[in-house]
T-cell receptor, first 117, second 118 residues
Framework: AQKITQTQPGMFVQEKEAVTLDCTYDTSDQSYGLFWYKQPSSGEMIFLIY??????QNATEGRYSLNFQKARKSANLVISASQLGDSAMYFC??????????????FGKGTKLSVKP | GAGVSQSPRYKVAKRGQDVALRCDPISGHVSLFWYQQALGQGPEFLTY????????KSGLPSDRFFAERPEGSVSTLKIQRTQQEDSAVYLC????????????????FGPGTRLTVT
């Protein structure tokens, strides 16, 4: 069963506008962590933001914020004031908190964001 | 540089050849992960080291895949008798602490090695 679902294969946004990238997850753990990574064409995965399952406040890092809705098991990434350099693949990932795979990251299939000038 | 480095960046192998992919993690990082990223997909976990100990190899797709980290720093992922389905980008990541600790620790990724098997 797919544990991380990103339903938007591709998204377009106008420069300077905000965009939301969707992510839903599936886990029976009480403790887990959610991450967003950016992967430009160079291939390197760049950490953007983290949300712990027990964190009550939504995480924010500069222009990035994570809209965490625990009951709906969603962890959407919001990018404000998009820049041309934001064009890249974006991956949502979950770190499970128990079991033999504790600590491993499970990634979604990604969303390709294109920022238009 | 202070980041994770990987070599080679690109590797073309003929089917049946053995390949070795190298990862230099950030100095002092305890954890090292290998991931496989097929075209158009997200990375998938292969194996995990804590220092020199390989604690999890549940993601290795077959016994043709072998990884080592003998001194707890540099790691090598070896693929024997490569097959076309092995074509992918192989990503290495390191993090400061052990895998089991729940925190906001990040995994820092290298640029990957793109393996093409012809």
């Amino acid at each position: 069963a797919q544990k991380i679902t990103q339903t938007q294969p591709g998204m377009f946004v106008q420069e300077k506008e905000a965009v939301t990238l969707d992510c839903t997850y599936d886990t029976s753990d009480q403790s887990y962590g959610l991450f967003w990574y950016k992967q430009p064409s160079s291939g390197e995965m760049i950490f953007l933001i983290y949300q712990g399952s027990y964190d009550e406040q939504n995480a924010t890092e500069g222009r990035y914020s994570l809209n965490f809705q625990k009951a709906r098991k969603s962890a959407n990434l919001v990018i404000s004031a998009s820049q041309l350099g934001d064009s890249a693949m974006y991956f949502c990932a979950m770190r499970e908190g128990s079991g033999g795979s504790q600590g491993n990251l499970i990634f979604g299939k990604g969303t390709k964001l294109s920022v238009k000038p | 540089g202070a980041g994770v480095s990987q070599s080679p960046r690109y590797k073309v192998a003929k089917r049946g050849q053995d390949v070795a992919l190298r990862c230099d993690p950030i100095s002092g990082h305890v954890s090292l992960f290998w991931y496989q990223q097929a075209l158009g997909q997200g990375p998938e976990f292969l194996t995990y080291f804590q220092n020199e100990a390989q604690l999890d190899k549940s993601g290795l797709p077959s016994d043709r895949f072998f990884a080592e980290r003998p001194e707890g720093s540099v790691s090598t992922l070896k693929i024997q008798r490569t097959q076309q389905e092995d074509s992918a980008v192989y990503l290495c990541a390191s993090s400061l602490r052990g895998r089991g600790l729940l925190s906001s620790y990040e995994q820092y990724f290298g640029p990957g090695t793109r393996l093409t098997v012809t």
